[in-house]
């Protein structure tokens, strides 16, 4: 069974800074391309990050502020979260794709929210 548990989602200021983890269990991250989501209220869930053996890429909104990086040895992926600014609030999702099979999972999320 695949699960995919978020953690480290909370309150900062504008300008502070939050890691996200993302605890799997199920999967091994060497073949699934693994990435972060976010959904603002009233807005469509949009990419952030992902990472792969083939590499990373991250939005164009969130570039040189956020890094993901993946831990496979202990099955955790992260979103480093830096320069939080009031646009990044939203409930953070992390994700395992495995096109060529066509396998999507999604975790039950995790709230961000930067505000003075």
């Known amino acids: 069974q695949v699960q995919l548990v978020e953690s480290g989602g909370g309150l900062v200021q504008p300008g502070g800074s939050l890691r996200l983890s993302c605890a799997t269990s199920g999967i091994s991250l060497s073949i699934y391309t693994m990435g972060w989501y976010r959904q603002a209220p009233g807005k469509q869930r949009e990419f952030v990050a992902a990472i792969s053996n083939n590499g990373r890429n991250v939005a164009e909104s969130v570039k040189g502020r956020f890094t993901i990086s993946r831990e496979s040895a202990k099955n955790m992926v992260y979103l480093n979260m830096t320069s939080l600014e009031p646009e990044d609030t939203a409930v953070y999702y992390c994700?395992?794709?495995?096109?060529?099979?066509?396998?999507?999972?999604w975790g039950q999320g995790t709230q961000v929210t930067v505000s003075p």
């Open positions: 994700n395992a794709k495995r096109r060529t099979l066509g396998l999507d999972y």
